[in-house]
């Protein structure tokens, strides 16, 4: 009996001995697991592969286009699309149709005079000609009191006259209003019935000697003179002296601030 007390009590001291040891052993193993399976124990990490998946090592990398290669190929298509515009180049604009006609009557200057005139029912050019001077010794001479780039009214009576321009390039129309220079000893186109002079063209000019006149005049008087008019203005305040053996006759020009006196032709 008492050699199995001793024995029973060295078993106890082993025991005693032992329990810690097989403590810390249990304390590392579990640290261990909770860090993960080590890199050492494959089958520790191909069983954590089949529980939650392919590790990240195993996943696939996705294709990654660098700048150098994917880059280039999109690149390559811009170039594609810039080399189709380089080939079809863009139209040029059209500039706006331009009417040489119409540009010489939009270069007429309000208070110039043109050296025109009418020759019956028509001007005598179709296109403005350069200004002259206002005092110039001509037939046909007219102030231009108005310009427009429209079709507008000009202002009506004795010696005064409208002269516009549509194009049919440009689809303008200009206008120019004119008042008639009155130059002595010139002569303008008249009507004539009898012994009556019936009607006088104030924005027409003739030829002194001319032998034939356009319809729808049929007769020739000269410019006889010119005068600021007087109050009650007529032809009778054309004649020179008492023993002025010529007949007159007269118009109101310029809203009735301008006698001009008419003779025949001698």
Known sequence: MRMRGKSLRRWAWLVWLLV???LAGCSRRGVSDRDGPSVDRPG?????????????GDLPVPGIELGGGGGGGTGGGGGGSGSDGAGRAEPEPQPDPTDPR???FRA???????PVYRNGST????VPPDA????????????????????????????????????????????????????KNYCVLAKQSGNTITA?????????????????YNQVLVVA?????????????????????????????????TLVCFRARS
Do not use: M
């Open 102 to 104: 119409e540009e010489a």
């Open 20 to 22: 810690p040891v097989l």
């Open 108 to 114: 007429v200057v309000r208070g110039t005079c043109l």
């Open 200 to 216: 006088i063209g104030s924005t027409t000019a003739a030829d002194c000697y001319a032998t034939r006149v356009p319809v729808p």
């Open 44 to 56: 520790a990490s191909r069983q954590a592969d089949g529980a939650d998946g392919p590790g990240i």
């Open 132 to 183: 002259v001077s206002c005092r110039s010794k001509r037939a046909g001479l007219f102030q231009v009191t108005h310009t427009a780039t429209s079709s507008i009214t000009c202002p009506t009576g004795v010696g005064r006259d409208r002269w516009s321009y549509y194009s049919a390039i440009t689809g303008r129309t200009t206008t120019l209003c004119l008042n008639r220079v009155w130059v």
């Open 123 to 126: 001007w005598n050019v179709s």
């Open 225 to 257: 003179a010119v005068y600021r008019a007087p109050a009650g203005a007529n032809a009778s305040h054309c004649r020179t002296s008492a023993q002025d053996p010529l007949r007159y006759w007269s118009l109101l020009a310029d809203g009735g601030n």
